[in-house]
């Protein structure tokens, strides 16, 4: 029986140049015999309700053709069904499709993948921050690391990642520690001030940034990991080695594991505008200067989700995934 699959297409993944893609993936789906109807959202809650709708309609697989974006959107409109995401990873980080082995660098690989449609039960976590309340795949961060994202998308310039490295430049002068309380399952309390805390359902993130590099889809748990106050040269000498996960290794690094997990960042100031939904992409908080006492955002899979405080909670097999 010839399978019937959703193809969910961000068009903007990787400003547009992975359309060219498009057509020769869904000229290997439809001659492996898949029934192919494509969707295509003005905008993100655009797809998000286009992307519901086809699941209610039970196909045999919601196919997320983009990044870790787009798969993020995607978890929303398959967790708790019984319908599979398949994902054919064509966007700029593409960390999800890696921790869940499937081809990052040949998407018509991927999508013989998708057309074998062997699906395995995997993890999703709850987040609840900013007055968001969603799901996420892969990782959550909140610090340094969102605090570049938030500069980030202020900028006009320069394109692509060198946007990233010019935001990590400028936030790197003003970036204070922040101060945290870490509650891991609802009684072990943890106070220190970070340069950064992860909350961690796969290994990696930012285009192979490993920062738990032990994390596992599919065991129940969240990996927590906390980059504790150091100077910003030794931040810097730090850094590169969270490609490899060896920044594990480090002093000022923990890890612990944990079903639940409350960030907060006691004397911080509220969020303005920028924390509700609908502005996932918008301005910062009011008052936003890269200081350690002003609003906090976590990002999750690449995502802006809200401000700080945030609780995480771990739906053990709440997906099924196309592996």
């Given at each position: 029986m010839s399978p019937q699959l959703a193809l969910l297409v961000?068009?903007?993944?990787?400003?547009?140049?992975?359309?060219?893609?498009?057509?020769?993936?869904?000229?290997?789906?439809?001659?492996?015999?898949?029934?192919l109807?494509?969707?295509?959202?003005?905008?993100?809650?655009?797809?998000?309700?286009?992307?519901?709708?086809?699941?209610?309609?039970?196909?045999?697989?919601?196919?997320?053709?983009?990044?870790?974006?787009?798969?993020?959107?995607?978890?929303?409109?398959?967790?708790?069904?019984d319908v599979p995401l398949g994902i054919i990873p064509v966007g700029t980080g593409n960390d999800i499709a890696a921790a869940l082995g499937l081809?990052?660098?040949?998407?018509?690989?991927?999508?013989?993948?998708?057309?074998?449609?062997?699906?395995?039960?995997?993890?999703?976590?709850?987040?609840?921050?900013?007055?968001?309340?969603?799901?996420?795949?892969?990782?959550v961060c909140c610090g340094f690391d969102s605090r570049v994202n938030e500069r980030a998308n202020r900028l006009t310039w320069p394109a692509g990642t060198s946007r990233y490295l010019v935001a990590m430049a400028q936030e790197l002068r003003s970036f204070r520690p922040v101060p945290f309380r870490i509650t891991l399952?609802?009684?072990?309390?943890?106070?220190?001030?970070?340069?950064?805390?992860?909350?961690?359902?796969?290994?990696?993130?930012?285009?192979?940034?490993?920062?738990?590099?032990?994390?596992?889809?599919?065991?129940?748990?969240?990996?927590?990991?906390i980059l504790e106050a150091v100077s910003?040269?030794?931040?810097?000498?730090?850094?590169?080695?969270?490609?490899?996960?060896?920044?594990?290794?480090?002093?000022?690094?923990s890890v612990r594991r944990?079903?639940?997990?409350?960030?907060?960042t006691p004397g911080a100031a509220g969020g303005g505008p920028g924390d509700r939904r609908g502005d996932r992409r918008g301005a910062a908080p009011a008052?936003?200067?890269?200081?350690a006492t002003d609003a906090l955002v976590a990002y999750a899979d690449g995502e802006r989700v809200g401000a700080v405080p945030l609780h995480c909670e771990v739906r053990p097999g709440a997906l099924r995934v196309i592996v």
């Open positions: 961000n068009p903007a993944a990787r400003r547009g140049r992975t359309l060219r893609l498009l057509e020769p993936v869904a000229r290997r789906l439809r001659a492996g015999g898949a029934e109807s494509v969707i295509v959202g003005a905008d993100a809650a655009d797809a998000l309700e286009r992307a519901c709708t086809a699941v209610s309609e039970r196909p045999d697989a919601l196919v997320a053709f983009g990044g870790d974006g787009l798969v993020h959107l995607a978890v929303q409109a398959v967790a708790g069904t081809p990052g660098r040949d998407p018509v690989a991927a999508a013989r993948t998708v057309l074998r449609m062997r699906s395995r039960p995997v993890d999703a976590v709850r987040i609840r921050a900013g007055g968001a309340d969603e799901l996420f795949a892969g990782v399952d609802g009684h072990e309390v943890i106070e220190r001030e970070a340069m950064l805390v992860a909350v961690a359902n796969t290994r990696s993130y930012g285009a192979g940034m490993r920062v738990c590099p032990d994390a596992r889809f599919d065991d129940g748990l969240l990996d927590v990991m910003k040269a030794e931040f810097l000498r730090v850094f590169p080695s969270v490609y490899r996960g060896t920044h594990v290794g480090h002093r000022a690094v944990a079903r639940s997990v409350r960030v907060e008052g936003f200067a890269g200081g």
